[in-house]
C-alpha cells in the first residue's frame, strides 16, 4: 500500500473517532466517534475495483440508518421510554453486520480491496462493540443466528471476500456471548485481528480472489504448509493460536452454565472448520503436481518440533486437570 498524505489523514482521523467512542463518558460523544470513524473510512474504501463506488455508497447508506436508529433511542431513553434499549441494540448490530442484519457486508466485501476488509472487520466494529458492553443486554437470538448463518452459508461459498465475511458474522457471535466481559471480548478480537491480518497478508501475497486459483495455480510447499497452518490456526485447532480465544468462551460459557450455547458454538466450529480446511486441502493434496513421496525427505528438525508442540500442549493440558 502507498501511503500518501490523504490516506495518512483518514487513517489517523479514523482511529481517532474510534478512541473518541470508546473513550466517552456520554452518548452524544459516542455517536459522534461513530460519525467521525464512519466518514474517515469511506474514502479508503475506494479503489481500482469498479465496484468500489458501489460498495461505498451502500456501506454509508446502511450505516448512516443505524446512526439515525441510534439517535431515536438515545431520544426515547432521554423520555424513559422502556423499549429505548432495545431499539439501541438493533442499531448496533446493524452497525457491525451481526445476523439477522449481515446481507450487507456480503455485497460490500466484494467491491473493496483486502485493505479495506480488515479495516470493516475489525477495527470499524470496535465502537459499536464497546457501546453494546456498555448496554449490557442479554441478545442470545442475534448470537445463535450468526453462529449457524455464519457457519452454513460459508460452505457453498467460493470467494475468498464472501468466506471472510461469512468468517466475520460467525466470530461475532464469539464476541457478543461475553460482551458484559470487556477483558474477555477485547482479548478474543484482538486474537481474530491478528490472525484476520495474517490470512489477508497471504491471500494479498499470492494474489488470490476464489478458491479456484489456490487449485490451479502451483505454489511452493512451503507456501502451501503456512497457508494450511493459519487456516488451522483461524478455525481454532488446538495446537494453534486461534484454539485460546475458543477455548476461554467455552470456559466462559461453562461457568455460567449456558450449555445450549455452547453446544451451538462447537457444532458450528466443525462446519466452519470443513470450509476452512476446504481451501488449503485441495491444492496439498489433490491439485497439487507435486510427488508426495518427495514429502519424506523434509527437514526431521521441522516434524519433530511439530510433534514437539502437540505433545507439550497435551501435556499441559493434562497437568491442568490434576488440579
Known amino acids: 500500500m502507498i501511503m500518501n498524505s490523504t490516506k495518512l489523514l483518514f487513517n489517523t482521523t479514523m482511529i481517532i473517532g474510534v478512541m473518541v467512542c470508546i473513550c466517552s463518558n456520554n452518548w452524544m460523544m459516542m455517536w459522534s466517534g461513530l460519525e467521525i470513524s464512519l466518514i474517515s473510512f469511506l474514502p479508503l474504501m475506494i479503489s481500482s475495483n469498479s465496484l468500489s463506488s458501489e ?10 440508518m443505524s446512526s439515525s436508529i441510534l439517535m431515536f433511542g438515545l431520544l426515547f431513553m432521554m423520555m424513559m421510554i422502556k423499549f429505548s434499549i432495545f431499539i439501541m441494540t438493533i442499531s448496533l448490530l446493524l452497525k457491525i453486520g451481526m445476523a439477522p442484519f449481515h446481507n ?34 442479554i441478545m442470545w437470538m442475534p448470537i445463535i443466528l450468526s453462529l449457524i448463518f455464519g457457519a452454513i452459508l460459508g460452505i ?33 478480537m484482538m486474537i481474530y485481528m491478528f490472525m484476520l491480518i495474517c490470512i489477508i497478508f497471504m491471500i494479498t501475497k499470492l494474489n488470490i480472489c476464489y478458491l479456484n486459483q489456490i487449485m490451479i495455480n502451483e505454489f511452493s510447499l512451503k507456501t502451501k504448509i503456512c497457508f494450511w497452518l493459519m487456516m488451522m490456526s483461524f478455525g481454532g485447532v488446538p495446537p494453534m493460536l486461534g484454539f485460546l480465544s475458543k477455548l476461554m468462551l467455552f470456559e466462559f460459557m461453562i461457568l455460567n452454565n449456558q450449555m445450549m450455547i455452547l453446544l451451538i458454538m462447537l457444532i458450528s466450529s466443525l ?13 496439498i493434496m489433490i491439485s497439487s503436481i507435486l510427488m508426495k513421496w518427495n514429502l519424506l525427505t523434509l527437514n526431521y528438525s521441522m516434524i519433530i518440533l511439530t510433534l514437539t508442540n502437540i505433545l507439550i500442549f497435551s501435556l499441559m493440558i493434562s497437568i491442568k486437570s490434576l488440579y
Not at 461459498?157 to 477485547?186: D, H, P
Open 55 to 64: 460498495s461505498m455508497m451502500k456501506y454509508f447508506i446502511i450505516q448512516s
Open 104 to 137: 450487507w457486508v456480503l455485497s460490500v466485501v466484494e467491491g473493496i480491496n483486502y485493505e479495506s476488509i480488515f479495516i470493516l472487520l475489525t477495527l470499524m466494529k470496535i465502537s459499536p462493540l464497546m457501546i453494546l458492553s456498555y448496554i449490557n443486554m
Open 156 to 188: 457453498n461459498q467460493n470467494s475468498m471476500r464472501k468466506i471472510l465475511a461469512y468468517s466475520s458474522i460467525y466470530n461475532l457471535g464469539f464476541t457478543c456471548s461475553c460482551i458484559n466481559e470487556m477483558s474477555l471480548w477485547v482479548v478474543y
Open 271 to 283: 462446519i466452519v472448520m470443513f470450509y476452512y480446511i476446504r481451501c488449503t486441502y485441495m491444492c
